[in-house]
């Protein structure tokens, strides 16, 4: 299976769509880590570094954005979200703006850089902002397919990218759809809803469940916001039980999201796989994984607990 990450497949999307006169991209100087130097590269006049300053970032994308541009404004996750938290509210989703944030290193993939450089709060902050669309794709074809549907919304999006190579589940026959998440392999005994990498390990953890007969459906839930409440609500009736998996913190993010939307239509015990109020901290990224325990392992670990919940009900 071929590995790629999502802030490469970013990389190439940008130099296609970027065909497209009015696309406009600006970073905060870390064009090489996000890979928006293939778009510099390519299209120069429509290509702004402002420098380490986020918050010029988000203000001066709005500008192009006003002026009827459509614009991809790029940085680390955890900067954009963190230090320009109030232009992103205050001027891009308050006034609806066509403007698409795509960040890359999320969660804990910029692993050696520490607690400082690890976004693991972010989904709460983008999803609780009104106009805003959040996307967590599964694998690179996901991205690009995520990247080419925000352009064509009219309206703000907040795109999740990873830093770390993982699996290429899809090819160009997966169809992606905003507020729409994917039925990756079916089962009835509970589900496991994922985003971003936890996919991959959320499948793993239901191949290795079916050998002790047990049927785990996977829902890749790439759209955060707005839900597909019709698919999860389906899943909680026909299943009886949840697990959700993302490499995030349990506050807020996936796992909340899910849990709004169940106790308020069909309440199932239900397990949360993420980080447990906890920062990140410098190390290995797969032992990192094992430290937060979001491994396969983990997920399946969560799955039998909350069947025994099922069965106690």
Not at 109 to 133: C, F, K, Q, W
Request: charged residues 20%; hydrophobic residues 40%; contains cysteine.
């Amino acid at each position: 299976m071929t590995n790629l990450s999502t802030r490469d497949a970013f990389g190439e999307c940008l130099v296609e769509i970027g065909k497209d006169e009015r696309i406009v991209v600006l970073d905060s100087d870390l064009s090489k880590s996000t890979k928006t130097i293939k778009f510099s590269s390519n299209y120069p006049t429509r290509f702004f570094n402002v420098g380490c300053a986020e918050q010029n970032l988000i203000a001066t994308a709005a500008g192009f954005a006003y002026a009827g541009k459509i614009v991809i404004a790029s940085s680390y996750a955890i900067f954009v979200t963190s230090r320009a938290w109030e232009q992103i509210r205050s001027i891009v989703a308050h006034d609806d703006l066509n403007m698409k944030i795509i960040v890359t290193h999320a969660g804990l993939t910029n692993a050696a850089d520490g607690a400082t450089h690890h976004s693991l709060e972010d989904i709460t902050l983008m999803r609780v902002i009104p106009n805003m669309t959040v996307i967590v794709p599964a694998d690179a074809e996901e991205a690009i397919q995520a990247i080419k549907a925000a352009i064509k919304h009219n309206g703000p999006c907040y795109i999740r990218l990873s830093r770390a190579k993982t699996p290429v589940l899809f090819n160009s026959n997966y169809k992606f759809k905003i507020g729409k998440c994917a039925v990756l392999k079916n089962g009835y005994d509970l589900t496991i809803m994922a985003s971003g990498n936890m996919v991959c390990k959320a499948l793993e953890a239901a191949d290795k469940l079916s050998l002790e007969g047990i049927t785990a459906r996977v829902l890749n839930i790439s759209t955060i916001k707005p839900l597909d409440n019709e698919t999860i609500i389906l899943a909680g009736k026909e299943t009886g039980c949840v697990v959700v998996a993302e490499e995030h913190s349990v506050l807020g993010g996936l796992g909340s999201a899910v849990s709004e939307v169940l106790s308020n239509n069909f309440p199932v015990p239900i397990e949360f796989i993420g980080v447990k109020d906890k920062f990140g901290q410098s190390g290995n990224l797969e032992d990192l994984y094992d430290l937060y325990e979001l491994t396969s392992k983990n997920i399946i670990v969560a799955a039998k607990k909350v069947l025994s919940k099922k069965k106690i009900k």
